[in-house]
């Protein structure tokens, strides 16, 4: 089941977008049947629940961290995820220079951006990107790599639309005005299990899946 859905949902991809598999609430058997149906990137949001699997799995998979990051947790993430998608303040991100420092290892880094205003979701507002953008020189352990966003919680495929296609607006300005060695824009995660298809029509290049994988 799970190696068929992984095949479908491979197949209707394009090849340049990765696909990160939403393991967190699985369990190491399932963990291991998306590893053996050839899916690598592995995305978790507590960091307990990693921890477990990352004792299990060590560094096969590439480990996703989309959760909400507390930062009394990141020294336990430091050195062992491949990116942490959900850098939602300039606190965090002092909390992951410090930690990342002291293990002498540089943590690559998402931002996430609430552009929705959604109260029940994470993310550095429009208004506060300036601020943050101006602060990131300043860390040299700590890499942004790209943007993260959730679609908005909506049956409005419109809306939905609406705001990944402003995300890739800020996306391209910022590749556009910032040099690569302050941020490397490469990674645009932006699509779930209900909205992925119109991420990928507005430009991702991260999907992050988890239902669609683990359904009958």
Do not use: C
Not at 8 to 37: C, G
Not at 44 to 71: A, M
Not at 91 to 120: F, G, H, P, W
């Amino acid at each position: 089941m799970i190696s068929d859905n992984i095949n479908k949902i491979k197949a209707e991809i394009p090849n340049n977008v990765t696909l990160v598999a939403v393991t967190k609430y699985h369990s190491i058997e399932d963990t291991k049947a998306v590893l053996d149906a050839g899916v690598h990137d592995l995305g978790e949001s507590k960091v307990q629940d990693f921890l477990k699997k990352y004792e299990e799995f060590g560094n096969e998979p590439r480990w996703h961290f989309i959760g909400h990051l507390q930062k009394n947790k990141v020294k336990y993430l430091i050195g062992k995820t491949f990116l942490i998608h959900s850098v939602d303040s300039l606190e965090l991100l002092d909390v992951i220079e410090k930690e990342s420092k002291k293990q002498e290892t540089v943590t690559s880094v998402l931002l996430q951006l609430n552009l929705a205003r959604e109260d029940s979701k994470s993310g550095i507002l429009i208004e506060d990107l300036e601020e943050v953008l101006k602060a990131i020189p300043k860390y040299k352990y700590v890499k942004v790599k790209g943007l993260m966003a959730i679609g908005p919680l909506t049956q409005n495929n419109e809306e939905i639309r609406n705001i990944f296609v402003e995300l890739r607006r800020i996306y391209d300005k910022i590749k556009e005005k910032i040099l690569d060695d302050v941020i490397q824009m490469t990674y645009l995660s932006m699509g779930m299990t209900d909205d992925y298809t119109i991420a990928i029509e507005e430009g991702s290049n991260m999907i992050r899946i988890g239902r669609k994988i683990f359904s009958s």
